[in-house]
Structures are given as C-alpha cells and as structure tokens.
Nanobody, 122 residues
Framework: QVQLVESGGGLVQAGGSLRLSCEAS????????MGWFRQAPGKEREFVAA????????GYADFVKGRFTISRDNAKNTVYLQMNSLKSEDTAVYYC???????????????WGQGTQVTVSS
C-alpha cells in the first residue's frame, strides 16, 4: 500500500507561484510513475504532469507547458509541482497519484492522495 500526502496549496494572485509537494509513504518497485492531476468544480479530473521515478519527465498537459515543472527527490520519496504564472483557470484541487507505467490516463493510476486546494484570484 502506498500512501500519498500532498501539501503546498493555497490562495495566490494571478501571475503568482506555488510549489506543491507529494510525499509517498514508501517507494515500491511496482510504482513506475508519479503524476499530478487536477479537478475543478463541475469538471472531470484531468492530467497535469507526470514523471518516472528515474527522473525522466513523461509529459505535461498543453495548458501548463512552459508554466509548470514536475520534479522529484527520491531520497525524500517526494514529487514536486512548481507552478508559475498561475491563472484563474488553474483553480482546482490538485492530486498526486502513482502508476505502474508511463501514462497520461487517470485510469492507469492506482493510488491517490487526498488533494490540495489551489485557488488563483484574478
């Protein structure tokens, strides 16, 4: 069982930055990738970014390219999402999750954190 705990959300003005963290309870060999997703009120959960435990970035959603950066610190079992140039449309609950293969699909991710709220005021 992998437990994930997100932190770092909050309220920020448009154009500002936040860094989200996701700490995993333990690293397992069956965990191949870590991803960030988000869900805004009334919308489906959507892919944001993902990275392999090896450090290779799997990819970003088009709407965050050039603004968000995913990274990891294996010694801390932690994955980060640096979010710059935030927009009001980035307001959502952000979740981290683990998958056993490189994927952009929500259905491929097995374990999920509880989410952290990001609110961007315009």
């Amino acid at each position: 069982q992998v437990q994930l705990v997100e932190s770092g959300g909050g309220l920020v003005q448009a154009g500002g930055s936040l860094r989200l963290s996701c700490e995993a309870s333990r690293r397992t060999f069956s965990t191949y990738a870590m991803g960030w997703f988000r869900q805004a009120p009334g919308k489906e959960r959507e892919f944001v970014a993902a990275i392999r435990w090896s450090g290779v970035t799997i990819g970003y959603a088009d709407f965050v390219k050039g603004r968000f950066t995913i990274s990891r610190d294996n010694a801390k079992n932690t994955v980060y999402l640096q979010m710059n140039s935030l927009k009001s449309e980035d307001t959502a609950v952000y979740y981290c999750a683990t998958a056993r293969r490189s994927s952009f699909l929500t259905s491929d991710y097995d374990y999920w954190g509880q989410g952290t709220q990001v609110t961007v005021s315009s």
